[in-house]
């Protein structure tokens, strides 16, 4: 079975362009997380949808950022524009939501950002 | 203050020896406590996971948790050249807090 996988592993964008990062869950996963970890810092929460619908955007930094995910299946997250401090990996994480909060999330690869 | 803290290390062992991580957390609504490893260019990958105050027990990994002193445990028994990697701690009373990770190497 796949896991989680992202595309694309990495993106190097000048301040001020846009950049989409995709991000495929497991299949049969109802929750997806959005996860970043900035140089030097820990991975911090962004948001998690459950099946389509965003449950918690509580940790998106600012209006700039937009998630979606079409139909409940893959997700997107567009940051426009792209600032010097938006660089780092984004990471998703999808699980199966059986149990809530307590699922194992599954991380893909992470997304690698550079804003030059 | 940080909800989740971690010693970032790095953390260098020979192979066999026993390798201790830990982290200390601020948030008492935390209920589920996980140890994730990541190796590099990779996504991390649960480990061990925990509910209640105590130890749990995986091959070679143990993790503790000690919810009266909000203090967290990993601890690798005869370590390998392939246990080199981050390994992050994270709980959760709804979405994953993770402290900053340690690496480690244990060096053949």
């Known amino acids: 079975e796949a896991g989680v996988t992202q595309f694309p592993s990495h993106s190097v964008i000048e301040k001020g362009q846009t950049v989409t990062l995709r991000c495929d869950p497991i299949?049969?996963?109802?929750?997806l997380y959005w996860y970043r970890r900035v140089m030097g810092k820990e991975i911090k929460f962004l948001l998690h949808?459950?099946?389509?619908?965003?449950?918690?955007e509580s940790g998106m930094p600012n209006n700039r950022f937009l998630a979606e995910r079409t139909g409940g299946t893959y997700s997107t997250l567009k940051v426009q524009p792209a600032e010097l401090e938006d660089s780092g990996v984004y990471f998703c994480?999808?699980?199966?939501?059986?149990?809530?909060?307590?699922?194992?999330?599954?991380f893909g690869p992470g997304t690698r950002l550079t804003v030059l | 203050q940080k909800e989740v803290e971690q010693d970032p290390g790095p953390l260098s062992v020979p192979e066999g020896a026993i390798v201790s991580l830990n982290c200390t957390y601020s948030?008492?609504?935390?209920?589920?406590f996980m140890w994730y490893r990541q190796y590099s260019r990779k996504g991390p990958e649960l480990l061990m996971y925990?509910?209640?105050?105590g130890n749990k027990e995986d091959g070679r990994f143990t993790a503790q948790v000690d919810k009266s002193s909000k203090y967290i445990s990993l601890f690798i028994r005869d370590s390998q050249p392939s246990d080199s990697a981050t390994y992050l701690c994270?709980?959760?009373?709804?979405?994953?807090?993770f402290g900053a990770g340690t690496t480690v190497t244990v060096r053949a």
């Open positions: 948030n008492s609504a935390f209920q589920y």
């Open positions: 949808f459950v099946k389509e619908s965003k449950q918690d």
């Open positions: 994480a999808s699980s199966q939501g059986l149990r809530g909060s307590t699922d194992t999330q599954y």
């Open positions: 994270a709980m959760t009373d709804y979405k994953l807090s």
């Open positions: 299949s049969g996963h109802d929750n």
């Open positions: 925990t509910y209640s105050s």
